[in-house]
């Protein structure tokens, strides 16, 4: 097939955490998300997690006054996220498992088993205009469930591909990679666009990247980090170089 164009979304989740960590207003989310804009990245993406230990409130109203591009809104699926999201009407909205106690986002949403409630769930985003998004693992089933309820877009979890390249774990890496494929190329059949993110960096993209089916990696954490050692605008310029390459 030919490949579809490749997006970077930025995740500035962690921008957040640093602030946090301390408290009062800097570093900016909000001013990460213009440089990136900036930088060349085709959209944003910011996690307001129930327990509000990165993005807060204020951070998206920041963003929603301020971007350009699209926000690609990730949230648990609660009623008080709802809420927000209708009160936004951001690009698009990602719904993304949460664990109160986890350190990350550790798997991908269970909505196979919760078909009918995220049905009515993403109903009234769909109607104002946000382009749904169902984080999830590379699993047929889930897929599957994703397209019966109406989503128009599924996010795969690299992590545990990332994971295990970082552990030296190939075999793992190798087959968590196949099923990616697989799994890449069965939901753009349904007609779903695809797209992935979760603990990406420069040592790993290239094989997410190749994936023709894939339109938009979402990558956050390691690009933040990166940016203490050569800046934001850098760090994404390279991930994109990396991407192209991997791309063409
Ligand atoms: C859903 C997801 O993958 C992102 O939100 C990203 O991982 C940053 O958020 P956390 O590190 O809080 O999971
Ligand atoms: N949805 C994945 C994302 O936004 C970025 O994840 P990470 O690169 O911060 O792990």
Redesign the pocket.
């Known amino acids: 097939m030919t490949a579809k164009k490749l997006r970077l979304g930025v995740?500035i989740?962690?921008v957040a955490?640093v602030r946090n960590a301390r408290g009062g207003a800097v570093p900016d989310p909000v001013r990460a998300a213009i440089m990136a804009e900036e930088a060349g990245a085709d959209g944003i993406?910011?996690?307001l997690?129930e327990d509000r230990?990165?993005i807060t409130d204020a951070d998206i109203d920041g963003l929603m006054a301020a971007l350009q591009g699209p926000l690609n809104f990730?949230m648990a699926a609660t009623p008080e996220m709802q809420a927000i999201a209708l009160r936004h009407k951001p690009h698009a909205v990602?719904i993304?498992p949460e664990k109160r106690e986890?350190?990350?986002?550790e798997g991908g949403l269970e909505v196979a088993r919760e078909e009918n409630a995220l049905a009515h769930y993403i109903a009234p985003l769909r109607d104002a205009g946000c382009r749904v998004s169902i984080?999830i693992a590379a699993d047929q089933r889930q897929i599957e469930a994703a397209h019966r309820i109406g989503a128009e877009v599924i996010?795969l979890?690299t992590?545990a591909y990332c994971d295990a390249h970082a552990e030296g774990r190939f075999d793992d890496r190798d087959a968590e990679l196949a099923r990616l494929t697989d799994m890449a190329a069965f939901a753009d059949d349904l007609g779903l666009e695809v797209h992935a993110?979760?603990?990406l960096t420069f040592d790993c993209v290239s094989p997410i990247a190749a994936l023709p089916q894939v339109a938009e990696l979402?990558i956050?954490?390691f690009l933040i980090g990166e940016a203490i050692f050569q800046g934001l605008g850098p760090a994404i310029q390279q991930m994109r170089t990396i991407m192209e390459a991997a791309r063409a």
């Open positions: 995740n989740d962690h955490t993406t910011a996690h997690r230990r990165h990730e990602c993304v986890e350190r990350t986002t984080f996010e979890h992590g993110g979760h603990g979402n956050g954490h």
